[in-house]
């Protein structure tokens, strides 16, 4: 069994910011890409950022600038600083991992339960 755990949202204003954790815990051979989604009411869920690697990182264009993705492998922890927070950063964030576990000679994809975000103006 693997589970992704999210956890410091929360309410912040604008300009503000927050740092956003997401532990992996479980059966846990290797972890591939880690990556951070978010979802806003009434809308799709989107890509805000992804890590392969302690160094090969991409951002979705909204959020590249203001938004730090990093990740501590002996933790399979990964991480997200949103600096400069808009109103429209709002959002359930939603984190995600391509995980081997060790019954299994391929990787599969898990999702956390969600943190919510709100950004007020």
């Known amino acids: 069994q693997v589970q992704l755990v999210e956890s410091g949202g929360g309410l912040v204003q604008a300009g503000g910011s927050l740092r956003l954790s997401c532990a992996a815990s479980?059966?846990?051979?290797?972890?591939?890409?880690m990556a951070w989604y978010r979802q806003a009411p009434g809308k799709q869920r989107e890509l805000v950022a992804t890590?392969?690697?302690?160094?090969?990182?991409n951002y979705a264009g909204s959020v590249k600038g203001r938004f730090t993705i990093s990740r501590d492998n002996a933790k399979n922890t990964v991480y997200l600083q949103m600096n400069s927070l808009k109103p429209e950063d709002t959002a359930v964030y939603y984190c995600?991992?391509?995980?081997?576990?060790?019954?299994?000679?391929?990787?599969?994809?898990?999702w956390g339960q969600g943190t919510q975000v709100t950004v007020s103006s």
């Open positions: 995600n991992a391509e995980i081997r576990r060790y019954s299994s000679d391929s990787y599969n994809n898990y």
């Open positions: 479980g059966s846990i051979f290797r972890i591939n890409v």
């Open positions: 890590i392969i690697s302690d160094v090969t990182t």
